[in-house]
């Protein structure tokens, strides 16, 4: 397991931008498999972004073209671009990480660990 704290939330206009970090406990972030969900209220979680150990990165539709998953190794860090941004992309993001996934699906082989979230608005 490795803790995950994860910053950069706020409230924007629509088409603005925001960057979402999610920092590690550990150095081990190269071999994690990472990602970032989202739940608003009476919705189900859904996720938003992937990158495996190999780089290989998925997107929800919804978000393609706007967000962009990335990681930094050196800093045991995980991040989340987030361009463009709708009224429906209103909701609390989490990062998580497990040592293996299935990338297409955007699912974990084990149980993840999770931070505790960052709230996002997008709100004129």
């Known amino acids: 397991q490795v803790q995950l704290v994860e910053s950069g939330g706020g409230s924007v206009q629509p088409g603005g931008s925001l960057r979402l970090s999610c920092a590690a406990s550990?150095?081990?972030?190269?071999?994690?498999?990472m990602g970032w969900f989202r739940q608003s209220p009476g919705k189900e979680r859904e996720g938003v972004a992937l990158i495996d150990n190999y780089g290989i990165t998925n997107y929800a539709d919804s978000v393609k073209g706007r967000l962009t998953i990335s990681k930094d190794n050196a800093k045991n860090t995980l991040y989340l671009q987030m361009n463009s941004l709708k009224p429906e992309d209103t909701a609390m993001y989490y990062c998580?990480?497990?040592?293996?996934?299935?990338?297409?699906?955007?699912?974990?082989?084990?149980?993840?660990?999770w931070g505790q979230g960052t709230q996002v608005t997008v709100s004129s």
């Open positions: 998580a990480a497990d040592p293996s996934c299935k990338i297409t699906t955007m699912t974990f082989a084990h149980s993840p660990s």
């Open positions: 550990r150095a081990i972030i190269r071999w994690l498999c």
